[in-house]
Nanobody, 123 residues
Framework: VQLQASGGGSVQAGGSLRLSCAAS????????MGWFHQAPGKEREFVAA????????DYTDSVKGRFTASRDNAKNTVYLQMNSLKPEDTAVYYC?????????????????WGQGTLVTVSS
């Protein structure tokens, strides 16, 4: 299984970025997918998750209304649209494959991780 995340970069506060995560080596449509971030010196934290059919999503409170998770099962790709970015969103962002079908936030339920893509938001 390989997860290739891309789309990170440096933006000013209020800007937008769209992260992509291309998956291979698995039946992508069978898995709930998650997005996490890790800021320097902090633990990896849940950001968003999207169900297999994209019928359900979940977001941590700090990104609700600003971030949107989506997926294209035909392209084996999951996305994270990030709008109204804030300096506190600065982190390495990871996509991950869930081991359970329901949407879940705990990192221990995710067993495949991408390499991460860095998002830097300046004030």
């Amino acid at each position: 299984v390989q997860l290739q995340a891309s789309g990170g970069g440096s933006v000013q506060a209020g800007g937008s970025l769209r992260l992509s995560c291309a998956a291979s080596g698995l039946r992508f449509s069978a898995y709930t997918m998650g997005w996490f971030h890790q800021a320097p010196g902090k633990e990896r934290e849940f950001v968003a998750a999207i169900s297999r059919s994209a019928s359900s999503t979940d977001y941590t409170d700090s990104v609700k209304g600003r971030f949107t998770a989506s997926r294209d099962n035909a392209k084996n790709t999951v996305y994270l649209q990030m709008n109204s970015l804030k300096p506190e969103d600065t982190a390495v962002y990871y996509c991950a494959v869930s081991t359970v079908s329901q949407i879940i936030r705990a990192t221990r339920y995710y067993n495949r991780w991408g390499q991460g893509t860095l998002v830097t938001v300046s004030s």
